[in-house]
């Protein structure tokens, strides 16, 4: 029993510096937000979602980038992430976007409820995400897969009597109201409960995003 505290212990002080890192979008419209917040409790009402929780911010983590710590984000930022972002600033400008619908998806420890969405222009599947991927990701996760339409987590949970599998349909009103997203940045994710096993990007955490990184799209033609 003592040698296993003693291995739990060492891994909570690994993990202590190590963050969860992505590159999206931070929400920031007080009306969008309000209208997440709304979804977001009909959802843990009508479906019964037990032990649930959410992330403190609204976003749209379009890339993972890993469990990292903070001086190798800021490798992996300087020398492959940045140069990315950097493109892709200066060519698009602020995409309007617009809810299409909802997404179950299941980890084997967490189920995962997200509201997809897209840009009038689907660049965000067609250009943006795949250019991160094939340009930033691939060349140093060999192996890992890409989801190429963007999304906003929205409640994770562990049980509902309900919602069983992800062939469930989730029978709720998807938002007319269009949303901008005008930049791209680096987000920190903070886990906020250590736990045992392996760190997820479904645990709960703070987010914060790194202003340092941040690249407004900022194309000289005004959006309409």
């Given at each position: 029993?003592?040698?296993?505290?003693l291995?739990y212990?060492k891994?909570?002080?690994f993990?202590?510096?190590?963050?969860h890192?992505?590159?999206g979008?931070?929400?920031?419209?007080f009306?969008q937000?309000?209208?997440?917040?709304?979804i977001?409790?009909?959802?843990k009402?009508k479906?019964y979602l037990?032990d649930?929780h959410?992330n403190n911010?609204?976003?749209?983590?379009?890339?993972?980038?890993?469990?990292?710590?903070?001086?190798?984000?800021?490798i992996?930022?300087?020398?492959?992430?940045?140069k990315?972002?950097s493109?892709?600033?200066?060519?698009?400008?602020?995409l309007?976007?617009?809810?299409?619908?909802?997404?179950?998806?299941?980890?084997?420890?967490y189920?995962?409820?997200?509201l997809?969405?897209?840009d009038?222009?689907?660049y965000l599947e067609k250009?943006?995400i795949?250019?991160?991927?094939?340009?930033?990701i691939?060349?140093i996760?060999?192996?890992?897969?890409?989801?190429?339409?963007?999304?906003?987590?929205?409640?994770n949970?562990?049980?509902?009597s309900?919602l069983?599998?992800n062939?469930d349909?989730?029978n709720l009103f998807?938002?007319?109201?269009?949303?901008?997203i005008?930049?791209?940045s680096?987000?920190k994710?903070?886990p906020?409960?250590?736990?045992?096993?392996l760190?997820?990007?479904h645990?709960q955490m703070?987010?914060?995003e790194v202003y340092?990184y941040?690249f407004?799209?900022?194309?000289?033609?005004?959006?309409e």
């Amino acid at each position: 029993m003592e040698e296993n505290n003693l291995n739990y212990q060492k891994q909570i002080n690994f993990n202590r510096d190590k963050y969860h890192y992505f590159i999206g979008n931070i929400f920031n419209n007080f009306e969008q937000i309000n209208v997440l917040k709304k979804i977001r409790k009909i959802l843990k009402k009508k479906y019964y979602l037990k032990d649930s929780h959410w992330n403190n911010l609204f976003s749209t983590n379009l890339i993972y980038l890993g469990f990292l710590d903070q001086n190798t984000a800021n490798i992996y930022m300087q020398n492959i992430i940045s140069k990315l972002l950097s493109v892709l600033s200066n060519e698009f400008k602020p995409l309007k976007c617009n809810y299409m619908g909802y997404k179950l998806t299941y980890d084997k420890s967490y189920y995962k409820i997200s509201l997809n969405y897209n840009d009038e222009n689907n660049y965000l599947e067609k250009i943006i995400i795949p250019y991160l991927h094939e340009n930033g990701i691939a060349p140093i996760y060999n192996k890992r897969k890409i989801n190429a339409i963007p999304a906003i987590d929205l409640i994770n949970f562990k049980s509902s009597s309900i919602l069983s599998s992800n062939k469930d349909k989730i029978n709720l009103f998807i938002p007319k109201e269009e949303f901008i997203i005008d930049n791209l940045s680096l987000i920190k994710g903070i886990p906020i409960k250590v736990r045992k096993g392996l760190p997820s990007v479904h645990d709960q955490m703070n987010l914060e995003e790194v202003y340092k990184y941040k690249f407004p799209f900022k194309n000289n033609e005004e959006i309409e």
